[in-house]
């Protein structure tokens, strides 16, 4: 098997299991629908997996320094069996479980195929790149295929695609021999990896949140919306691209760190409801992301051996972060979108009172209203409902475009101190970045 081959095999098992940190976050609308659950609950879908992920990945990557193929293969089948009972899952507490087992095969394929990749591609720093590069792809697709998934064929068809595909990736470890490591490991590089977790948390708002807002307070198709955050991926391929020939990796670490701090703030400040105010965004975020994730990671495991402890270090970093990240910014949301709501239904009324539709039909109006909001329960109302059965005329159509303005004001605005405070989360990893620029110089 050519080495090219086996290259991109072991990279899409690292695609897959990175990208389970962020695939389902298009299709938590309607796990939340089909389970009857509330949004900070809905939300341990992905805390399970990320949270699993960086319990287990120092211990896989001791396992993997010894055996990396075996490990590699077990990793793989657990992932995989794992997948299918998500698929399968018949209650919201077995598709947390099934998320945990996920992750820790996740965890022992990734940081095992660290080290698969440098016996394919030697030591020379290229398999360090082509291991980052693989899960910064995963990670940033995630969003995107999940949705389409999502909405032609449903959320299970996310897990039972992963299946097959995991498997596949075993054909790149057949006949792969791998001298075992046993030297010892050294410490981890602590500025590099807390940066990691802090960016990786302040990234969580562009993985989690914005989905969320277009899917759940804008209203569009799971399929649409991941149309539209493809964006992000799209601009951290180019600037991962080009992110080897930008200065050195503190450089390129500070540089993607200041990128996305600017796109998180950006969509904190959005002046309209409409996807594409978020374009400008996601392209900043993509950007600082292909940056200076890759940065970060060969900062973290230059001169470093063996290689798959401290790559197991960096997974560690990075989805504790974007724990820390969920666990910072739902319940911010979450209470932001109520007392927005509110506001916007003081609004609406307002403006229900001030319309020039017949006296009597405003009373009417405004109990459809009411009804289409108390039955939404934990959803954003859609009031165009109310106006389903009325007469098409200017008034009319004025009241039913002002309650919808309205309402996406409000859950807008509800996203804007989440955006912002991950900006913070962004902002704050330059800290670790710049105090250890002045002791290494990689």
């Known amino acids: 098997m050519s080495t090219r081959t086996r290259k991109a095999l072991v990279g899409l098992g690292i695609g897959l299991a990175l990208a389970d940190s962020s695939v389902v976050t298009l299709a938590l609308p309607d796990i939340l629908r089909q389970f009857d659950v509330e949004i900070p609950t809905v939300a341990w879908v992905l805390t399970s997996y990320n949270l699993w992920l960086a319990l287990a990945a120092?211990?896989?990557a001791y396992a993997a320094r010894r055996r990396p193929v075996p490990v590699f293969t077990a990793g793989t089948l657990v992932f995989a069996a794992a997948s299918l009972a998500c698929a399968l899952a018949p209650s919201f507490g077995v598709l947390v479980g099934a998320r945990c087992v996920q992750a820790v095969g996740g965890a022992l394929l990734v940081c095992a195929a660290l080290d698969l990749l440098t016996e394919i591609q030697g030591s020379d720093g290229s398999a360090v790149r082509t291991w980052a590069t693989a899960g910064i792809l995963g990670a940033a697709l995630g969003p995107a295929i999940g949705g389409i998934l999502t909405e032609?064929?449903?959320?299970?068809?996310?897990?039972?695609?992963?299946?097959p595909l995991a498997l596949l990736t075993l054909v790149g470890v057949l006949r792969l021999r791998v001298r075992p490591l046993v030297e010892p490991a050294g410490r981890p590089n602590l500025s590099a990896n807390l940066a990691l977790l802090l960016l990786s948390g302040a990234l969580t708002a562009a993985l989690f949140l914005l989905v969320l807002?277009?899917?759940?307070?804008?209203?569009?198709?799971p399929a649409v919306?991941?149309?539209?955050?493809?964006?992000?991926?799209?601009?951290?391929?180019?600037?991962?691209?080009i992110a080897s020939r930008v200065g050195n990796t503190a450089t390129r670490a500070a540089a993607g760190v200041v990128l996305v701090t600017g796109g998180l703030a950006a969509l904190g400040v959005l002046p309209g409801s409409a996807w594409w105010w978020t374009v400008l965004p996601q392209i900043l975020v993509g950007a600082g992301l292909g940056l200076a994730?890759?940065?970060?990671?060969?900062?973290?495991?230059?001169?470093?051996?063996?290689?798959?402890?401290?790559?197991?270090?960096t997974i560690a970093a990075r989805h504790a972060g974007v724990v820390l990240g969920l666990l910072l910014l739902t319940p911010v949301f979450t209470t932001a979108l109520d007392r927005n709501e509110e506001r916007a239904?003081?609004?609406?009324?307002?403006?229900?009172?001030d319309s020039s539709i017949p006296p009597l039909e405003k009373l009417a109006v405004a109990q459809d209203v009411l009804a289409i909001v108390?039955?939404?329960d934990r959803e954003v109302p859609d009031v165009r409902g109310a106006f389903a059965d009325r007469p098409d005329t200017p008034e009319y159509r004025g009241l039913e475009d002002e309650l919808v303005a309205q309402l996406d004001r409000a859950v807008t605005a509800a996203f804007s101190r989440p955006f912002l405070l991950a900006a913070f989360l962004a902002l704050a990893a330059l800290v670790p970045i710049v105090l250890s620029r002045r002791k290494v110089s990689v």
């Open 293 to 313: 994730l890759s940065a970060l990671t060969e900062r973290a495991l230059h001169g470093r051996s063996p290689q798959a402890v401290h790559g197991g270090w």
């Open 58 to 60: 120092v211990p896989a």
């Open 225 to 241: 919306a991941g149309v539209v955050v493809t964006v992000m991926p799209v601009a951290a391929i180019a600037s991962g691209s």
């Open 152 to 163: 032609t064929l449903g959320w299970e068809s996310i897990f039972f695609a992963q299946a």
């Open 213 to 221: 807002l277009l899917v759940d307070g804008w209203r569009m198709d």
């Open 374 to 376: 108390r039955a939404s």
């Open 345 to 353: 239904l003081r609004a609406g009324a307002a403006a229900v009172l």
